[in-house]
Structures are given as C-alpha cells and as structure tokens.
C-alpha cells in the first residue's frame, strides 16, 4: 500500500498555543487528504477534507477557524489547531486520497499525532 | 444519512478458533466498503476493500469479506486467528459521490494463546 507520514507524532503545548501537524503522502500525489480526529476507545471522526489549491471542506461542528488546513502542494497537507485548549488535547490521524487505481480509489492513513494541551 | 454499525464492540478469542466480525450499513444506493485494521501503537492499514464484481473479497494475511447486498452487510471472516491478530478493525463505507470514509465504532479482538 501507500505511505502516509504524519509529524510530529506526539506533541505537548501550553493552552493557548498553536501546534501545526503535517501530513505527507510519500509515494503518491494527493489532491485530496482527510482529517480525523480519534477518542480514547473510539472511532474516527472526519473532521474535514482537505482540498489541494482550495479551501477545505469541514464537517459540521467542527470550527474551521480553530483548526486551520493548507494543502498547498500534491504531498503535503498541515492541521494547524490555533489556542489550543486542554479539550483539544487527542489523537489526530490524517489520510490521502490515492487516485493511481481509480475508481477503486483507496485512502491510507497516517500513523497519527497525539496532542496534549497543559 | 448514511452510517456503518459494527455489532461486537469486544471480541475474545482463542489461537485457531474462527472469526466473524459483523459490519452492516445503511445506505441504498451504491457503496464502496473497506475493511481496516489497527494494531496496538499503529497506524490504521488496509485490510479488503469491495468496489464491484465477486462479493467475497479476499484481502491480506488470510482475511475475507462477504459483501450481501440483501442484507446490507459486509462481514469479515478469518478461518483461524493468531494471537498477532489482536487488534481493532474497523468497517467504512464510501458512497457514490463522495469521497469520505464512514466509520463503524471498530470492534477489538484479543486472541489469547
């Protein structure tokens, strides 16, 4: 399958800071990358859908203002979650659209980035 | 709206014993399913995906599915598991039209030796 990185893979900030995750997709061109968030024992949730050259789509209730995506190039795809706050603290996993065998277009996942908000 | 029910939330098992996880969807139109897997510490992989054509897929390290359209199910199956299949799987569908996955609640299994 596909290769998807995610960096950092663990991150802790103070609340009110920002943290910026990066999503990369290492063999194949994405116009398309998603991301998730995942609670304790749960599943993922679509947070919004990340559009190469365009603004991202997101899911509702999720505030577009607070967690900020570019996708500026085909690979690279970043999360940014601005003041952040303890409640924002989770597992937030991001995957790519992989068009090669389309229309059995298939994503692959990142391995993740636990946030930690102090 | 469309949405993905995966009926065993906590799957206790025994090296060799068979296995059947349930997934059913709801959704009348044309569907996309998959089929993901994720071991302890590790990221989500793919296991089977079913687009078209037979409606048992076999995918990797000696999994299947059967998709029946009838029953809106698309249950994976595993003759005899190992202890390194302990796991969570998830069940997503994907419908015509969109691109985004739609998760189940994942089901976790814990093959003892």
């Known amino acids: 399958g596909a290769v998807v990185s995610q960096h950092p893979s663990r991150v802790i900030c103070k609340s009110g800071t920002s943290v910026k995750i990066e999503c990369r997709s290492l063999?194949?061109?994405?116009?398309?990358m998603f991301w998730y968030r995942q609670f304790p024992k749960q599943s993922l949730m679509l947070m919004a859908t990340?559009?190469?050259?365009?603004?991202?789509?997101?899911e509702q209730g999720v505030e577009k203002d607070k967690f900020l995506i570019n996708h500026a190039s085909l690979t690279l795809s970043t999360l940014t979650v601005t003041s952040a706050h303890p409640e924002d603290s989770s597992f937030y996993i991001c995957?790519?659209?992989?068009?090669?065998?389309?229309?059995?277009?298939?994503?692959?996942f990142g391995p993740g980035t636990r946030l930690l908000v102090l | 709206a469309q949405s993905v029910s995966q009926h065993n939330h906590h799957v206790i098992l025994s090296e060799a014993a068979s296995l059947e996880l349930g997934c059913n969807y709801s959704y009348g139109g044309t569907v996309n399913l998959f089929w993901y897997v994720q071991y302890p510490g590790q990221h989500l992989q793919l296991l089977l995906k079913y687009f078209s054509g037979d409606p048992l897929v076999k995918g990797i390290k000696g999994f299947e599915a059967e998709f029946i359209k009838s029953k809106f199910s698309f249950n994976l199956r595993k003759p005899s598991v190992q202890w390194s299949d302990t796991a969570e799987y998830f069940c997503a569908l994907r419908t015509g039209g969109y691109n985004k996955l739609i998760f189940g609640a994942g089901t976790r299994l814990a093959v003892h030796p």
């Open positions: 063999d194949f061109q994405a116009t398309t």
């Open positions: 995957s790519a659209r992989d068009l090669r065998y389309a229309p059995e277009e298939t994503q692959y």
């Open positions: 990340s559009n190469e050259g365009s603004k991202a789509t997101y």
